[in-house]
Every structure is written in structure tokens, then in C-alpha cells.
């Protein structure tokens, strides 16, 4: 097993060198990126030397208060820091599921390879441990190492159940990815901008522990459900644009320590991703994967 991991991250780590030649460095997404790093040191400033909350909304700027208990409710509602529950569905339920479907086109060598969803400038994926937490970091990012990935890493993705959802994430879908070694069940949410763009994408092994909440809620409902997207704040706009250096997403650090990783490693996507596939365990994608 350790000699088909050490394989495996041969392969992504030349995918790793061709994507930062590759990859155009004058896009949208990677000045924001190069931006970020200063960002980054200021959010970690902020983390040691706040105690403050969030802004939530406040009537005083044009905000409301929380629409419900817990960490998936509405926040900075009005602002450019909202979060992504303060927005509604403005495509048909069809729709969400197709984009979410054709995400997964993107990894699945028996699919259309110009099967790819309509993905925002910023789009962002997080995959929680046992994989490699910020995975992709902007519109070229998605696409250049979903091709690379394709024939380094190559897969199927045959068994598919997304389904759409009234609050975000719209589009959430439980699958299992075939490779060479045998299947990998993963569970992956898909929150949506008013455009209809795909603007975060996260995502857990399917199986027992390692889920959003616990296994009577498959669907991760419960208020309480542990995930990120609902805790970014810009993803709630109308853009669903994130700005890493905002008021709204510095606060944020101060007060949600994932928040603070997100921001850390936007900063500085590739090094961050490399450091993070060093440091995994030998084992952690069949341990990930139920091998």
C-alpha cells in the first residue's frame, strides 16, 4: 500500500509542477491569490489579538439577525460579507443537480471531457481529512487539474445520487469513485451564487465518523451541520465573491479557527497543497476510501 501511495503522490506532485506552469498567472483568481498573502499575516494577527464575534447582521447596516441557531444560519445578511445561507435558489432544482453532475464529469474518464460546470472566478473546493483540506483555488485551477488528474490519477465516478436543496448548499450529492485499488464513497456539497456559478465545493469520505453529522442525517439538515461554506463570508452576496483581506472575513478569522486555515492556505494555494500531501499519512487514501 505504501509503495501505491508513494505512486500517487509522484503523480499529483507532477501534476503540481505542470499546473504552476501551465496555469495562467495574469487570471482573476491568481491576483487574488498573490494578494492574499498579506491578507494571510493579517488574519493571523487577528486571531491572536481579537475576542470579537462575527458581525452578525444588525439593523443599524442594513443587516439581520441570524435566521437560525447554529453555524449554517444567515450572517452580515446585505452585505458583502453575507454568507452563503442568505441566499435563495434562483435556478430550477434541475439545474443545481445538473451542475453538480457534471462536476463529476470532470473526474470520470468515461464522461464527455467538455462536461464542466459553470464555475465562478473564485470557485473554491475543501475536502475535509483524511484529504488534503483547500484542493482547488480558482476557475483555471478546477479545470487544469481536473484534466491533469484524468490521466495521472484516472477514475470513474458510476454511482451518483445529488439532489437539490432549498437552503445552501443547493446541490448535495452522495457518490463513490472507482480506482484501480476499488470504489471510494464520498459525500460533496455544492453552494451557488445568484448566477447560477458554482462557488464552493466540499467534501467528505462517506463513511461512518467522518461525515458533516451523524449517520441518521445523510443529508447533513441538522442546523448544526459542520461544514465551511456556510462560515465563508462573501459567499452569501449576490456574486458569492470572497475577499480575503475584508473587514467581514478578518473578524471571521478572530472567531472560527477553519475560517483562519481557509484564509491561510488561499494565501498561498500551491505551497499550501504541496506541504499538505508531504505531511499525509502514508495510508490516508485508502484509509479515506475504506481500502
Avoid at 499575516?41 to 439577525?65: C, I, K, L, N
Avoid at 484524468?150 to 445520487?161: A, C, I, K, N
Wanted: glycine letters at 10%; hydrophobic letters at 40%; charged letters at 25%.
Amino acid at each position: 500500500m505504501e509503495q501505491r501511495r508513494n505512486g500517487r503522490c509522484a503523480r499529483w506532485g507532477a501534476l503540481v509542477a505542470l499546473c504552476l506552469t501551465a496555469c495562467s498567472r495574469d487570471s482573476a483568481a491568481d491576483a487574488d491569490v498573490e494578494a492574499a498573502g498579506a491578507a494571510s499575516d493579517a488574519a493571523e494577527d487577528t486571531a491572536e489579538d481579537t475576542g470579537s464575534s462575527t458581525p452578525d447582521g444588525d439593523p443599524d447596516d442594513g443587516g439581520v439577525a441570524d435566521a437560525a441557531p447554529g453555524p449554517n444560519a444567515c450572517r452580515n445578511a446585505g452585505t458583502g460579507g453575507a454568507t452563503a445561507a442568505c441566499l435563495t435558489p434562483t435556478q430550477t432544482p434541475e439545474y443545481y443537480v445538473e451542475q453538480a453532475e457534471k462536476y463529476f464529469d470532470t473526474l470520470d474518464v468515461d464522461a464527455p471531457a467538455d462536461s464542466i460546470p459553470n464555475y465562478s472566478e473564485l470557485v473554491a473546493r475543501w475536502e475535509w481529512p483524511p484529504w488534503l483540506l483547500l484542493t482547488g483555488y480558482g476557475r483555471d485551477v478546477m479545470i487544469s487539474t481536473a484534466e491533469g488528474l484524468r490521466e495521472v490519477d484516472p477514475s470513474t465516478v458510476p454511482e451518483r445520487d445529488c439532489r437539490f436543496f432549498e437552503v445552501q448548499p443547493f446541490a448535495r450529492c452522495r457518490v463513490v469513485f472507482e480506482y484501480e485499488e476499488g470504489p471510494c464513497p464520498i459525500y460533496e456539497e455544492f453552494v451557488f451564487n445568484d448566477a447560477g456559478e458554482m462557488t464552493f465545493i466540499e467534501a467528505w469520505s462517506d463513511l461512518p465518523g467522518m461525515l458533516p453529522t451523524g449517520d441518521d442525517d445523510p443529508w447533513a439538515e441538522a442546523p448544526d451541520a459542520g461544514r465551511l461554506s456556510t462560515r465563508v463570508p462573501g459567499l452569501g452576496n449576490a456574486e458569492g465573491r470572497i475577499d480575503l483581506d475584508s473587514e467581514w472575513m478578518l473578524a471571521a478569522v478572530g472567531d472560527d479557527a477553519d475560517v483562519a486555515d481557509f484564509v491561510e492556505r488561499a494565501g498561498d494555494f500551491w505551497g499550501t497543497w504541496f506541504a499538505e500531501l508531504e505531511a499525509a499519512d502514508d495510508d490516508f487514501f485508502a484509509h479515506g476510501c475504506g481500502w
